[in-house]
């Protein structure tokens, strides 16, 4: 029987948090390099194969990548794990959709709004092109939902807020189910709206971004509200 | 060396997804038993130190709960981490705090409208408890930050809303940092807010709920403005 518990953590998971505050006091960056195994082991006064357990554990949270060959680097985007609000285990998914969709109406208004304060020219380029490739992949019937979530990654880091970016994740999921649901029949307003977002960040029109955003939602939660009887 | 990785994941790693996908299809809920490690093994086609490394990885996703003796269990709000969204690794605690609160703004006031339009008696109970708890401690200098974010956490539940209570690691991590910065300051104001959100839930009047959690919150922003020269 293994011990992982609150009260009773296991060597290798001590060991992860004694990394973690390893990684925080010499304030290691996305990238940088951990020293190998044995350096780590004796910094650390334990053996390799502790090492090498406690590495796979903060690999599972996102806190290290481990590449065969190469060594051990600080993840992007460090401990933000993959579906961190447990999404997946949520069975009823319309209504989850649903209820995904009133917190985008919280956020991400509020997200437009800022980026059109905050965002620098490198931001502002790269957030067109992403507009861009988005409407050319909508008009050729490309799935574009990987560059549908990157145009809303692009703006939420422009907003330059520390948490907005880290809530993308939640956007993320919820992203593949509106278009899903909503695929085909939105083409043209989301093309529209996407571009009216683009516009305003470009302008630094932050009542224009917020009310560009705005409709870009109600249009989605029409249609789900449409094809939804419980709403 | 390892090799855990987008393109090439470990054999646990694997394993660990083939156990995610049992779950989901068994249906399983937080406090569900799985099968011993030899009987999964043998579900698995795998060997049982294989599951045993596999369950470490879902245990450190707080997809599952290890207990010495017991079992190993489905784990409460399945695949929420701690730090879901990896704040332990922003630096600038300041700029954190504050985005924090931005967030909280969009949020919590949302939070505490649907809770009045949607706590059951239950809810109502349990909300009422934790507010007076938190008061009494508040008045005898006891530490309340957990209380506090119990309380927070009743309000998220009874919204019903799938999402908010997923939502709520954001705002525990925010609240001890608040606590830290305001603390005595705001003593009454957090007592008279409270009430006021635990009234206005318990009249289910959702302007009222909206009102007094904008209030708590602005509160909080005064403090932490005036001893923040960058905002």
Redesign the interface.
Known sequence: ?????EN?K?L??KL?DDI?KY??NK?MKPGDRLPNESILAKEMGAGRSSV??A???L?????V?????SGTYIAN?????E??????????KK??TW??L??RF??EP?IAQTAALNADDEDIKIIEELCNEVEYMLNKGIDHVEKDIEFHKAIAKSSK????P??IP?INSSIPLFVEITNNILKDETIETHREITQAIKEHNPVKANDAMYMHLVYNRRVIQSKNNNH
Chains 1, 2 share one sequence.
């Open positions: 029987m293994m011990n992982i518990d009773e296991s290798p998971e992860s973690v990684i925080l304030q090498r357990e590495m796979k554990l690999a599972s949270r996102n806190i990548n481990i590449k065969q060959g985007s460090t401990g933000v794990v579906d961190p609000l447990g999404f997946t285990f949520i069975n009823d209504k989850l209820d995904l009133e917190i919280l956020i509020y807020n520390l948490v907005v880290r809530l939640i």
